[in-house]
């Protein structure tokens, strides 16, 4: 049974960084593409970004292109996210997921079949 588990979340001001990782268990995430998404208080869970098995593809959402940064550390079993010139609308907790198809890319997070506990990050002004 493959474990998800989110670190690195905090409280920062605005204009801050914060990095995310997601270490996983149970199963080499080698061959899976990796995602994060987020739920704010009182919204719908949404997509911030995706990347691929080899780290060759990457997407995000709109609202974190230029700030957001993912990649992975095959290796450690490891998936990061920077976050640079975070906003207050950025507070959410942030949840690490993964499709169970190997070799399957999506942004989608609705395809997503596998989450993490999720880490809460908090911006301030």
């Known amino acids: 049974q493959v474990r998800l588990i989110e670190s690195g979340g905090g409280l920062v001001q605005a204009g801050g960084s914060l990095r995310l990782s997601c270490a996983a268990s149970?199963?080499?995430?080698?061959?899976?593409?990796m995602g994060w998404s987020r739920q704010a208080p009182g919204k719908e869970r949404e997509f911030v970004a995706a990347?691929?098995?080899?780290?060759?593809?990457?997407g995000y959402a709109d609202s974190v292109k230029g700030r957001f940064t993912i990649s992975r550390d095959n290796a450690k079993n490891t998936v990061y996210l920077q976050m640079n010139i975070l906003k207050p609308e950025d507070t959410a907790v942030y949840y690490c997921?993964?499709?169970?198809?190997?070799?399957?890319?999506?942004?989608?997070?609705?395809?997503?079949?596998?989450w993490g506990q999720g880490t809460q990050v908090t911006v301030s002004t």
């Open positions: 997921a993964a499709p169970r198809r190997p070799y399957y890319y999506s942004t989608n997070a609705a395809e997503y079949d596998i």
């Open positions: 149970g199963r080499a995430i080698s061959t899976y593409t």
């Open positions: 990347i691929s098995w080899s780290g060759g593809s990457t």
